[in-house]
C-alpha cells in the first residue's frame, strides 16, 4: 500500500506457475482507461475489464455490481495521485485485485483490494467504506490499512504487521490482501534508491514470504522469492538466470522424453491425465544447483500429472513405479497427511537409463488449484453454512485458521514491546516445517520442527505448564527436553503443587515463541534470592559513570553522554540493571553518598526503589554525544553470519570494542557486543540493521553494563 513504484522491473524471466498467474498487464494502457472516468450505472468501466475476465472464469454467474461501484470509488478518490512512475496511483489497486482474481479469490475480497488504499491515502473513511460495500469489507479494508509513523514512529512497521495478523486470524483474506499487494510493489520496485529496495526486500524475504508459504499461496511465493533474490543477490541471481537460458536452448530436453513416456504409460493403462513440464523458478534451480553441483536437464524442471479423481492419482503412481524405474527413497504421499499449509499431492521420481531423475508431483485439478493458490482458493470461508451445519450461537466456523496462526496470536498478546514483537514474529516465522503430535486423547498439537516437550506442554497448557514435572513419548518415559518428531504421542505429565513453578533450564529446550516468553515472564516475575539480592546491592552500589552533575559545567567525556539532575553537587551513576543511553527515558533515585543513580523508566529496579522508599529525583538527559553500550544478539547458526553482522554493525558507524560469541545451542548462537557509537541516538537505527541480517532473531539491551 501508499506504493511508490515505477514501470514494473520484474529481473528476467519468471518461470514456473508464477508466470502462469502473473497479471500481464500494460499499465500505461490501464491508466489511459482509468482516467476516461467511470462508466454508466449500467456499464462496467473498461478499465477492469481484465479483473471481470479473470473473476468470471472462476465464478461465471458472479454479482459484478459491488466491484464496479467500487472501481468508480477507489478511481474518484485516487485521481490525482500518480505513482512515481508517472502512471495514475489507480493502476497498483488494479493490478492487486487482477493478481487476486486471476489466483480465483471471490467477490468480497476484490472488491475490498480495489478500495485496500482508500482509507489510507485518500479522505475516503472506514465508515463510509462499510456504508457503502458491508461490513465485511470494511474489515478487510481496515485490516490492511497502515498505521501512521507520526503516531507509532519506528514502531508503525511492527504494529502494522501485528495489526493485520491479529485481523487474519478472524479473516485470513486480510493476508491474502496485504500479499498481492506486496507483490505488485515488488514488481514496481525499479526507481527506488537501492537501499530502499534492499530494506523492503528483506522484510519481504523475513515476513511476507513464510507467511504466503504458511497460507499455501504458492504461486505468489515463488515470485516474491525470486524477485527478493534478483534485489539480495544479484550476481548469483544473474549466474542462475544464465544456467535457465543455456538449458532452454539444447537440443534435446530429457524432461520432454521423460513427459512423452509418462504419457504413453498412462493410455496404456487408461487414466486420464494431463501431463505437463512444470519449469523450476530462479530460487528453486539456484537451491538445487547449491545441492547438486553440476546440473542436468531433469533438474530444470519436474513433471506434473494433473487427475480428476483422489483414488486415479494412486493409479498413476502404481502406473508409474510399474513400468518406469522408480526412486522409492524420493516418495512422499501429502493427501494422505496434508502439509499445515493445505498442500496435498504425491511426489516421486522416476530414473532414465542415463542416470538421469525426474521428479513427478501427482495430483487431482482441485488439488493443485489450492496447491497455487492456498487460502484464496478456498472462496469465501465466512459463507453461511447449510443449516443443519450452522454453528450454535451465531459464532462463525473458520475452517482455513490453521494452528500456527493460532500460536503466533496467543504469544503476540504476551509480547507488547513492538521490538519484542518483530524479531519474535521473525523467529517464528523462520521455522519453516511444522510437525503434528498427538496426545493420549487423541487430539492433536502443531508444533514447528525441532520443538522439545516443553514446547508442548505450553502449547497444551498455556501458563499452567509451569507445573510440568515430565512426559511419555510413545508410551516412555522421557525428559522435558526430548526432541518431538512428527506423528509422536506425547503425554505431559503435571505435577499438583500448585507452588510448582518451571526451571531456568527450560529456556535452553524452548524452541516456541509461546514457551519461551511465559518462561521469561515467571522467572522476570519470580527473581531468585541471589538475584534480589544482586540487584539491590547494584542500585546501592554502581559503578561510578563519568557523567556531571548539572552544577559543575563539566564536558562528557567521549564514552558516555551528557546529563543533568536537580540535585547540584550529587555524582550520577547510571544503573547497570538497564544500561540507559540516550534516547532513553530515564528517572534517577537518590542513594546512599550523595549519589544519583540514573535507570530506564521501564526498569523493574524502578518499582523496586520506590517500594524501598528512595527519592525520585528529575534527570534529563543533555547534549547527546558518544556513548559505550552492551548489546545482546541471538540468531540461528548459518555461513558467514559473523561477517554479515559486523558489517551492519560497521555501515551504521557503530565500532565494536569487544565481541563474545558463545558455543552454539540447538543450532543457535547467542553473541554479546559492546560497541562505541558516535551518537545514542543511533542505537535504535543500530538495533534494527542487526535484527535484519538474516537468522538474527533478537538483539536485546544488556543488563549489565557492558566493557
Avoid at 156 to 176: C, I, Q
Avoid at 385 to 394: I, M, S
Wanted: charged residues 25%.
Amino acid at each position: 500500500m501508499s506504493a511508490e513504484a515505477t514501470n514494473p522491473a520484474t529481473p528476467g524471466p519468471v518461470t514456473g506457475p508464477a508466470a502462469r498467474w502473473r497479471a500481464r498487464i500494460d499499465l500505461r494502457r490501464l491508466g489511459r482507461a482509468a482516467l476516461l472516468g467511470p462508466a454508466t450505472r449500467d456499464r462496467l468501466p473498461s478499465a477492469i475489464s481484465h479483473v471481470v475476465d479473470a473473476h468470471r472464469a472462476h465464478y461465471p454467474s458472479a454479482d459484478l455490481e459491488p466491484l464496479r461501484r467500487a472501481y468508480v470509488l477507489a478511481e474518484s478518490s485516487h485521481r490525482g495521485q500518480m505513482r512515481k512512475s508517472g502512471e495514475p496511483y489507480i493502476t497498483h489497486p488494479l493490478a492487486v485485485t487482477l493478481i487476486l482474481a486471476e489466483l480465483g479469490a471471490e467477490t468480497t475480497t476484490l472488491t475490498a483490494s480495489l478500495l485496500h488504499d482508500t482509507v489510507e491515502d485518500t479522505d475516503v473513511t472506514l465508515d463510509q467504506v462499510g456504508e457503502e460495500f458491508g461490513s465485511e469489507v470494511r474489515y478487510l479494508v481496515d485490516g490492511v490499512t497502515k498505521l501512521e509513523k507520526v503516531d507509532y514512529g519506528a514502531a508503525a512497521e511492527p504494529e502494522t504487521f501485528r495489526k493485520m495478523l491479529v485481523a487474519t486470524g478472524s479473516d485470513v483474506r486480510v493476508m491474502s490482501i496485504k500479499l498481492a499487494d506486496r507483490l505488485h510493489n515488488m514488481r514496481t520496485l525499479g526507481v527506488m534508491r537501492p537501499e530502499k529496495q534492499a530494506r523492503i526486500a528483506k522484510v519481504t524475504r523475513d515476513v511476507l514470504i513464510p507467511l504466503a508459504e504458511r497460507l499455501g499461496v504458492q504461486a505468489l511465493k515463488t515470485e516474491l522469492e525470486d524477485l527478493v533474490f534478483a534485489i539480495l543477490h544479484p550476481e548469483e541471481y544473474e549466474h542462475t538466470r544464465e544456467l535457465i537460458v543455456d538449458n532452454a536452448s539444447r537440443a534435446d530436453d530429457p524432461l520432454a522424453e521423460i513427459a512423452d513416456e509418462v504419457r504413453g504409460v498412462l493410455r496404456e493403462a487408461d487414466i486420464p491425465a494431463e501431463v505437463v513440464i512444470r519449469p523450476r523458478h530462479f530460487v528453486s534451480v539456484h537451491r538445487v544447483a547449491r545441492k547438486r553441483g553440476q546440473l542436468r536437464g531433469c533438474d530444470f524442471g519436474r513433471l506434473l500429472v494433473l487427475v480428476n479423481e483422489d483414488a486415479d492419482c494412486y493409479g498413476v503412481l502404481g502406473e508409474l513405479h510399474t513400468c518406469m524405474t522408480p526412486v522409492v527413497s524420493e516418495f512422499k504421499d501429502f493427501i494422505a497427511v496434508p502439509k499445515f499449509n493445505l498442500y496435498q499431492s504425491l511426489h516421486t521420481a522416476v530414473a532414465r537409463a542415463d542416470g538421469q531423475v525426474a521428479e513427478v508431483l501427482i495430483r487431482t485439478h482441485q488439488m493443485h488449484k489450492v496447491a497455487e493458490a492456498g487460502v484464496v482458493a478456498l472462496g469465501n470461508p465466512y459463507a453461511p453454512p447449510p443449516e443443519e451445519h450452522a454453528p450454535a450461537d451465531g459464532e462463525r466456523v473458520d475452517p482455513t485458521r490453521p494452528g500456527w496462526l493460532s500460536r503466533l496470536l496467543d504469544w503476540q498478546e504476551a509480547a507488547p514491546d513492538p521490538d519484542t514483537f518483530w524479531s519474535t514474529l521473525r523467529e517464528d516465522l523462520a521455522q519453516d516445517r511444522e510437525i503434528t503430535v498427538f496426545r493420549p486423547d487423541g487430539g492433536t498439537i502443531g508444533l514447528p520442527e525441532g520443538a522439545t516437550c516443553v514446547d508442548a506442554a505450553y502449547a497444551q497448557y498455556g501458563e499452567d505448564a509451569h507445573a510440568c514435572i515430565g512426559a511419555r513419548v510413545n508410551g516412555r518415559l522421557a525428559t522435558l527436553s526430548t526432541v518431538l518428531r512428527d506423528g509422536d504421542t506425547v503425554q505431559l505429565l503435571m505435577g499438583q503443587d500448585p507452588a510448582s513453578e518451571p526451571s531456568r533450564e527450560w529456556l535452553e529446550h524452548a524452541h516456541t515463541p509461546a514457551a519461551r516468553i511465559a518462561i521469561q515472564r515467571w522467572l522476570a516475575a519470580h527473581p531468585t534470592h541471589e538475584e534480589a539480592q544482586g540487584a539491590a546491592q547494584e542500585t546501592d552500589e554502581e559503578p561510578s559513570v563519568a557523567l556531571r552533575p548539572a552544577a559543575e559545567g563539566l564536558t562528557s567525556r567521549p564514552t558516555t553522554a551528557d546529563i543533568t539532575v536537580d540535585q547540584p553537587g550529587a555524582t550520577v551513576r547510571l544503573a547497570g540493571c538497564c544500561t540507559p543511553v540516550p534516547p532513553d527515558e530515564v528517572t534517577g533515585f537518590a542513594v546512599r553518598g550523595g549519589v544519583v543513580t540514573v535507570h530506564r523508566v521501564e526498569c523493574a529496579g524502578v518499582e523496586r526503589m520506590k517500594s524501598a522508599g528512595r527519592a525520585e529525583v528529575d534527570v534529563r538527559w543533555g547534549d547527546t554525544t558518544e556513548c559505550r553500550v552492551t548489546l545482546l544478539a541471538e540468531s540461528f547458526v548459518r555461513p558467514h553470519l559473523l561477517a554479515d553482522l559486523t558489517e551492519a554493525m560497521a555501515l551504521e558507524g557503530a565500532e565494536i570494542v569487544s565481541a563474545t560469541i558463545e558455543p552454539p545451542t540447538q543450532q543457535r548462537v547467542r553473541h554479546t557486543y559492546t560497541l562505541q557509537l558516535p551518537d545514542a541516538a543511533h542505537l535504535p537505527a543500530l538495533m534494527r540493521a542487526m535484527r535484519n541480517v538474516p537468522g538474527v532473531y533478537d538483539v536485546s539491551r544488556a543488563q549489565t553494563p557492558g566493557g
